[in-house]
């Protein structure tokens, strides 16, 4: 399962970096075909030692690229000591790490279409943000607050959704939810994702888009912009992707429940485990590894999970 804005941090990934060599290697080989785009290092940025996991990292330049650069050298690593996928699973940005590992599209030229859409956010959207909110959806609905204020942008499970909007939009739902007491968090985002505030990229990023050439997946993809197994990953699906509401748990939901399954989170921060186990609640029979947290013990989940994976371990 691959993630997308809102899940890094600084030094994300690092130990991986400082133990696996096969992990360091694809971080590196892809750090260095963004400096040649670029002259930007996402490594050097990334792992600042100047930097605590406490520095607010948003700068979409740095963390588009290296959201991606982490998931993908996980996955890459995960492969090399014998973790083949089943299925992939991405959400918003996660689903471009999802069709360059199911080699939909080239990993280079999805790195490079991801600094492509950066640049032509920057440049084109206004700054916005995210927030989760730890309540059920119906408060969205019935809270001219929120609804008024900000797009619903994902309904992960019963008690978590996610809003996004305006700078000025979110101050005024953050006052509402910190009034009634409803726990919630801002995402390290700056901008509105899935939402109508991406529109003014969505001529030059789909020019962008449809020169690239799509094969199809040697591993089946689940898409939460299509809520479903995806076939035919296209310029428009990538686009949906971004632009789109997040269907996770719709695309979760349409897998066989009676299936038992072994869900890997390669996302920085580990929580699409967690959210696809609350999804399923008791009603099946499946594991859940994130890998990647801030608490500085991701070798050990990494064994951990390559262990159970190997063993066909499904607890």
Request: charged share 15%.
């Amino acid at each position: 399962m691959f993630g997308g804005q809102g899940t890094q941090y600084y030094h994300m990934g690092l130990e991986l970096y400082k133990m696996y060599p096969v992990f360091r290697s694809w971080m590196e080989r892809l750090d260095s075909h963004v400096s040649n785009i670029t002259g930007l290092s996402v490594l050097a940025y990334l792992y600042d030692d100047r930097k605590s996991l406490a520095t607010n990292f948003e700068n979409l330049v740095y963390t588009h690229p290296a959201i991606f650069m982490i998931q993908y050298s996980l996955a890459r690593t995960l492969i090399d000591e014998g973790v083949e996928p089943d299925l992939l699973l991405g959400m918003s940005l996660g689903e471009y790490v999802s069709a360059a590992v199911a080699n939909v599209v080239e990993v280079e030229a999805v790195l490079e279409n991801i600094l492509i859409q950066s640049k032509l956010i920057e440049s084109s959207c206004e700054r916005g943000g995210m927030i989760t909110v730890l309540s059920n959806a119906d408060v969205y609905d019935t809270s001219p607050q929120l609804h008024m204020a900000c797009s619903l942008v994902a309904i992960n499970y019963d008690g978590h959704f996610v809003i996004a909007g305006r700078d000025t939009s979110l101050s005024t739902a953050e006052s509402w939810l910190n009034s009634n007491r409803i726990i919630h968090q801002r995402l390290p985002v700056s901008y509105a994702f899935h939402t109508a505030q991406v529109e003014p990229i969505k001529g030059a990023y789909m020019d962008h888009l449809q020169t690239m050439t799509y094969k199809a997946p040697v591993v089946p993809c689940l898409s939460s912009a299509a809520g479903g197994v995806c076939e035919n990953i296209n310029a428009y699906l990538m686009w949906q992707a971004i632009r789109e509401p997040m269907r996770l748990s719709e695309a979760v939901e349409n897998l066989d429940q009676k299936q038992e399954y072994i869900y890997l989170d390669l996302s920085p921060s580990g929580t699409l485990a967690a959210i696809v186990s609350k999804i399923y609640g008791q009603r099946a029979n499946s594991t859940y590894y994130p890998v990647i947290t801030k608490f500085n013990q991701d070798a050990l989940h990494l064994r951990r999970a390559i262990n159970g994976c190997m063993n066909g371990l499904v607890l």
